[in-house]
C-alpha cells in the first residue's frame, strides 16, 4: 500500500516530536496510561519534591530501579532512523518528552528534553547540573553536602522555561513537523504542535492510534512508530515511501 506521506528529502527544517510511545519498542516502562507504573507506584512516595524532601534514599533507591531498567535498554529503529535523518538533514531537531537518553544513545545531538534527563543530576544547593550514568549512582550527595536530584520534570514540577522556549523556537521555524508516539493530552504536549500548525509546517502524527490533538496533523499513519519512521524515510530515494500494510495508514488531508 501506497501512501502519499512527506519525504523527509523535501523539507529543511524538521522537528521530531517524540514521545513514550517511540521508546515503548525498547521496553521502557511507560510512566502514564494503561499499564503505566504509576498504577502500581504512587507518585506522591517517589516522584514528587515533597517526596525527596521527606525522604530522599527512598526516592533514590526507586530512581535507582528506573535507571537500571533504562540502562538494560537499547535505542530501537525510530530512534535511529530519527538520528539518520539529523545526519541526512542537519536542520533536523529533535524535541523529546522522554527522559532515558536514547536519542542520544542512537546518535541524535542537540536534542532538546522537555522533561529532563534521568542520567542527569543536579543540587538545590550550590545549583549544579551534571551528567552522572553511574546505577546505582553513587555519591548520592553533592560535593557541596546537599543531596543531589535526577534533573527530571516530577510531578508537581515546572518545566524549565528556557528549555520550553527551545522548543518553540524550532517548532515555529519548522517545515515539517513529525509528532511521534505522543498521546498529545500532558501539557506542553497538547500545546506544541499548534506552534508547528500555525507557522504553516506540514504535519505527521505517527502513533498507534488517534489522540486528541489528531485534527490538527495533515498526515496520520497509524503503527509502530519505528515501522512507520522506517517507511518514511528509508524507502528507495526519489520513491513515494512505501507503509508496510500492517502499518495501517490513514493517511488525510487537513481540509
Ligand atoms: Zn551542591
Same mark, same amino acid.
Given at each position: 500500500m501506497t501512501a502519499a506521506l512527506p519525504r523527509l528529502e523535501d523539507f529543511r527544517r524538521v522537528v521530531f516530536f517524540t514521545g513514550a510511545g517511540l521508546s515503548a519498542a525498547s521496553g521502557i516502562?511507560? @510512566?502514564?496510561?494503561?499499564?503505566g507504573i504509576w498504577g502500581d507506584y504512587n507518585y506522591e512516595e517517589y516522584a514528587c519534591q515533597r517526596a525527596f524532601e521527606r525522604d530522599p534514599e527512598k526516592v533514590w533507591d526507586f530512581h535507582d530501579r528506573r535507571r537500571a531498567a533504562v540502562a538494560a535498554c537499547e535505542p530501537n529503529a525510530g530512534h535511529r532512523v530519527i538520528a539518520e535523518a539529523q545526519r541526512r538533514q542537519p536542520g533536523t531537531v529533535v524535541v523529546t518528552q522522554?527522559?532515558?537518553? $536514547?536519542?542520544?544513545?542512537? =546518535?541524535?545531538? =542537540?536534542?532538546?528534553?522537555?522533561?529532563?534527563?534521568? !542520567?542527569? /543530576?543536579?543540587?538545590?544547593?550550590?545549583?549544579?547540573?551534571? &551528567?552522572?550514568?553511574?546505577?546505582?549512582?553513587? #555519591?548520592?550527595?553533592?560535593?557541596?553536602?546537599? %543531596?543531589?536530584? #535526577?534533573?527530571?520534570? !516530577? %510531578? +508537581?514540577?515546572? $518545566?524549565?522555561?528556557? /528549555?520550553?522556549?527551545?522548543?518553540?523556537?524550532?517548532? =515555529? =521555524?519548522?517545515?515539517? %513537523?513529525?509528532?511521534?508516539?505522543?498521546?498529545?493530552?500532558?501539557y506542553p504536549?497538547?500545546?506544541? #504542535?499548534?506552534?508547528?500548525? +500555525?507557522?504553516?509546517?506540514?504535519?505527521? &502524527?505517527?502513533?498507534? +492510534?488517534?489522540? #486528541?490533538?489528531?485534527? $490538527? @496533523?495533515?498526515?496520520?499513519?497509524?503503527?509502530?512508530?519505528s515501522e512507520v519512521l522506517e517507511a518514511m524515510f528509508q524507502g528507495p530515494a526519489g520513491a513515494q515511501a512505501d507503509i508496510p500494510s500492517r502499518a495501517r495508514v490513514a493517511s488525510s488531508s487537513r481540509s
Open positions: 516502562p511507560t @510512566y502514564r496510561g494503561r499499564g522522554n527522559i532515558d537518553g $536514547l536519542h542520544q544513545r542512537s =546518535g541524535a545531538s =542537540g536534542v532538546i528534553e522537555l522533561h529532563g534527563s534521568l !542520567w542527569r /543530576v543536579r543540587c538545590g544547593g550550590c545549583r549544579t547540573v551534571r &551528567e552522572d550514568r553511574s546505577v546505582p549512582i553513587a #555519591p548520592r550527595r553533592c560535593a557541596c553536602g546537599e %543531596f543531589l536530584r #535526577p534533573d527530571i520534570v !516530577w %510531578f +508537581e514540577d515546572a $518545566l524549565d522555561p528556557a /528549555v520550553v522556549r527551545r522548543a518553540e523556537t524550532a517548532l =515555529g =521555524g519548522c517545515d515539517l %513537523f513529525v509528532s511521534v508516539g505522543t498521546s498529545g493530552v500532558v504536549a497538547a500545546e506544541l #504542535p499548534r506552534i508547528a500548525v +500555525e507557522s504553516g509546517a506540514t504535519t505527521v &502524527e505517527v502513533n498507534l +492510534e488517534d489522540t #486528541p490533538a489528531t485534527h $490538527l @496533523y495533515d498526515h496520520r499513519p497509524r503503527g509502530p512508530a
